[in-house]
């Protein structure tokens, strides 16, 4: 059978390494899904996620033409999730204490001088 980039196939997880799942498309074609194509997001351990003899949906990402090596994913087959309002954490890096402004550079900037001074005279 010949495929094709974007090509949706059904196939057959044949063998599990920790970079990713080698997929049976067919009795003579074999291709690879890399653990980063299995799913959005962190993939911690593969296994997880597929099992050798599992029949899963793919699609070809790409197919080299100098080795015949097919890329494939689940990953583009599945909806981009979205993060609410709700799910999202803000952060507010402020000081809630008194506004001390430029104060402190202002009060310790003549000891850098003196010290960058000193430094270039015993140079």
């Known amino acids: 059978m010949t495929y094709h980039i ?6 057959t997880v044949t063998g599990i390494q920790p970079y990713g799942a080698f997929i049976a498309l067919d009795d003579e074609t ?25 029949q899963i949906q793919v699609q070809v990402l790409d197919i080299d033409e100098f080795t015949q090596k097919i890329s494939l994913s689940r990953r583009t087959l599945v909806p ?3 993060h609410s309002e709700h799910n999202r954490r803000k952060y507010y890096w402020t000081s ?17 001088v003196a010290t960058a001074l000193e430094e270039l005279v015993h140079e």
């Not at 974007?6 to 196939?11: A, E, F, L, P, R």
């Not at 690879?32 to 003899?53: A, F, N, R, T, W």
């Open 6 to 11: 974007g090509d949706i196939v059904k196939g």
């Open 30 to 54: 074999q291709g690879l899904i890399h653990i980063s194509e299995c799913q959005h997001g962190y993939v911690k351990d593969i296994h997880q996620i597929l099992h050798v003899g599992q």
């Open 80 to 82: 981009t999730p979205t």
């Open 96 to 112: 809630r204490d008194e506004h001390t402004g430029f104060k402190p550079i202002a009060e310790r900037l003549p000891v850098w």
